[in-house]
Nanobody, 121 residues
Framework: QVQLVESGGGLVQPGGSLRLSCVASGRLIIINNMGWYRQAPGKERDLVARISRGGNTNYADAVKGRFTISRDNAVNTVYLQMNNLKPEDTAVYYC???????????????WGQGTPVTCSS
């Protein structure tokens, strides 16, 4: 079984910063792409940013220039540095990873439980 555990969410004023972390654990063989999605109340879950195992990144237009995704393969962790936060960034942020895991070397897409981010004055 593979688990993703996010941390770092919270309440921040507009213009502030937060750093989210997501650690993968379990019978991992390899972690390929990792990413962050977010879901605001009453809206669909949308991609925020993703990063390949080799470090190639892409971002949603709404966060380009403000958010930075990175990863540390040695500790199976992906990060999301969020700067200049805006009220419209308020959402639950979910981590996702595409992994190969288990005795049978299964290809899995694994999601975290989500961490809330609220940007408000």
């Amino acid at each position: 079984q593979v688990q993703l555990v996010e941390s770092g969410g919270g309440l921040v004023q507009p213009g502030g910063s937060l750093r989210l972390s997501c650690v993968a654990s379990g019978r991992l063989i390899i972690i390929n792409n990792m990413g962050w999605y977010r879901q605001a109340p009453g809206k669909e879950r949308d991609l925020v940013a993703r990063i390949s195992r080799g470090g190639n990144t892409n971002y949603a237009d709404a966060v380009k220039g403000r958010f930075t995704i990175s990863r540390d393969n040695a500790v199976n962790t992906v990060y999301l540095q969020m700067n200049n936060l805006k009220p419209e960034d308020t959402a639950v942020y979910y981590c996702v990873a595409n992994v190969v895991a288990g005795h049978a070397a299964q290809f899995l897409e694994v999601w975290g439980q989500g961490t809330p981010v609220t940007c408000s004055s």
